[in-house]
């Protein structure tokens, strides 16, 4: 399967509000309960040891800094949320933007953790799924939410784009032929998308 560019950046789009919805979930964690989240400047040195060879470190806290690792860790870190996302609308099909569901986004982003568990963590020498740190049972399971909360948020970032974009007929380049269009049946009353109600809301509400 393959997008065309206007999906592409709806994908686009989407990684990056997942991105900062995890982002979200990380920042509350950390001022309501004292949970530190990953330093991004340490992603930031991962990859700018990259070049010269260097993947897998003792531990890169104690790996010798790299110039600009505290710009190239955030851009890194949304650049894999981006890239996950696009590869969620490969797998769920272009369907999935126009009628986004929750359920798919979120065992993908379960799915994710795989990454962390077994490529950034033991790159980074906190061993296979934080083996080597203090609580290793605590790291996973922050881990698994903070990839769950990745999941809910690509669902959550994909109905503010269909709402932002005028829902189905938009996403999907379909255009409806007024030819061919059913009159409105006011007798039957019609199920309401909570989504649309809740951007509403957010529309109607007092500045």
Request: glycine share 8%; aromatic share 10%; charged share 10%.
């Amino acid at each position: 399967m393959t997008l065309d560019p206007r999906h592409i950046l709806t994908a686009i789009a989407i990684g990056l509000g997942a991105t900062l919805v995890m982002d979200l979930w990380n920042l509350f964690l950390k001022r309501a309960f004292g949970i530190p989240s990953l330093s991004y400047c340490l992603l930031g040195r991962w990859i700018g040891h990259m070049p010269s060879g260097k993947v897998r470190h003792a531990s890169i806290a104690a790996a010798p800094a790299v110039r600009f690792e505290c710009t190239i860790g955030p851009i890194a870190h949304y650049a894999i949320g981006v890239t996950l996302a696009i590869g969620f609308i490969l797998i769920a099909s272009q369907a999935w933007l126009a009628r986004p569901t929750f359920l798919p986004a979120l065992l993908y982003g379960v799915v994710t953790v795989v990454f962390p568990f077994f490529l950034m963590q033991p790159s980074f020498g906190l061993g296979i799924a934080s083996a080597r740190t203090p609580h290793p049972a605590r790291a996973r399971l922050k881990s698994l939410m903070t990839h769950t909360v990745f999941g809910a948020g690509l669902y959550l970032s994909a109905l503010g784009m269909r709402y932002l974009l005028g829902g189905q007929s938009r996403v999907t380049g379909r255009r409806r032929n007024p030819s061919t269009s059913r009159p409105l049946d006011l007798s039957t009353p019609r199920p309401l998308d909570p989504s649309t109600i809740f951007f509403s809301c957010l529309h109607q509400w007092p500045a």
